[in-house]
């Protein structure tokens, strides 16, 4: 059952860490990344993050575990929700002494 948990965990993190990588990179709009803040970068970074969660969700198997896999991704995917909710992409930047993109609600 652990071989269907862990992935599907690390598929919902990485899938919902993905979509505001990509929809900010694919609006042109900078984001934190640890890449660089471009809008290319992040399009890149969400584009590929989304090929890694749908990979990790095959191979996590949910169809053999589906109720502690679909509650795994779930998980996953709610502590990545509320880390982006709390802006912690920001802070990551600046712990990492990287400058942080002006938002779009302030320009």
């Not at 970068?41 to 969660?53: D, F, T």
């Not at 095959?58 to 802006?87: E, K, N, Q, S």
Request: net charge positive.
């Amino acid at each position: 059952m652990w071989q269907t948990i862990v992935p599907a965990f690390l598929a919902g993190v990485l899938g919902v860490n993905a979509f505001p990588h990509f929809a900010k990179g694919m609006m042109g709009e900078e984001f934190p990344n640890v890449l660089g803040n471009a809008p290319v970068r992040n399009a890149l970074a969400g584009a590929s993050g989304l090929i890694m969660a749908v990979l990790l969700g095959y191979w996590a198997d949910l169809p053999a575990h589906w109720w502690p896999g679909f509650a795994a991704l779930c998980a996953g995917g709610l502590i990545m929700t509320v880390f982006h909710g709390m802006r912690g992409a920001f802070r990551w930047n600046e712990r990492l002494g990287k400058p942080n993109p002006v938002p779009a609600t302030v320009r």
